[in-house]
């Protein structure tokens, strides 16, 4: 399977998007970003618009990249420019468990994020909460990327989903094979 070199994995909170780029781009010697890197600043601060957009247009012009994120204001940069996206397709409750697991994690360990950023109790708790964010949004997103792989809002687009153990296995087994084939030459 043919991936080309500019890759998008989206999907739910939780979904494992930074994970499955951030391996994606060893296996493919590609530069992987994350959207969330690009977006939050220091203090929690969000990157105005104008200013996070032209981040993510410098980037989507490179020859070659692996992107994870799904932020709807630039997905006519990252999709549009994509030759494949790939959807972790999460069901609900896995979504919640990654969601909260993780927060719980990094609020324990105060492991920092993006810019020395760290999840707190409050912030957990607060109309700010990661967790509350996913379960508002994963149908939202859900619907969306089911109405993408069917439309033709972004024809020609190399659309994989991914929606248990078994199509990643499957996915990687391919990956793997590809490159082999590759080396072979």
């Given at each position: ?5 500019k ?16 391996k ?13 890197n ?13 200013e ?34 790939v ?99």
């Amino acid at each position: 399977m043919n991936l080309g070199r500019k890759i998008l994995v989206v999907g739910a909170n939780g979904s494992g998007k930074t994970t499955f780029g951030k391996k994606l781009s060893k296996v493919l010697n590609i530069d992987h970003y994350e959207l969330d890197n690009i977006f939050w600043k220091p203090d929690w601060q969000e990157s105005k618009n104008d200013e996070f957009r032209a981040k993510v247009d410098e980037i989507t012009q490179i020859d070659s990249w692996i992107i994870d994120g799904n932020y709807s204001r630039n997905q006519d940069l990252t999709i549009g420019r994509a030759d494949s996206i790939v959807w972790l397709d999460v069901p609900y409750y896995k979504m919640l468990y990654r969601v909260t697991k993780r927060s719980l994690y990094r609020i324990i360990t105060q492991k920092p994020l993006w810019h020395n950023n760290r999840e707190s109790f409050g912030k957990l708790f607060s109309k700010d909460s990661i967790i509350l964010f996913a379960m508002r949004t994963y149908g939202r997103k859900n619907t969306k990327y089911k109405r993408l792989v069917s439309g033709n809002e972004y024809p020609g687009k190399n659309w994989i989903r991914i929606t248990n153990s078994r199509d990643e296995k499957k996915f990687w087994e391919e990956q793997s094979a590809d490159i082999k084939s590759l080396r072979s030459f």
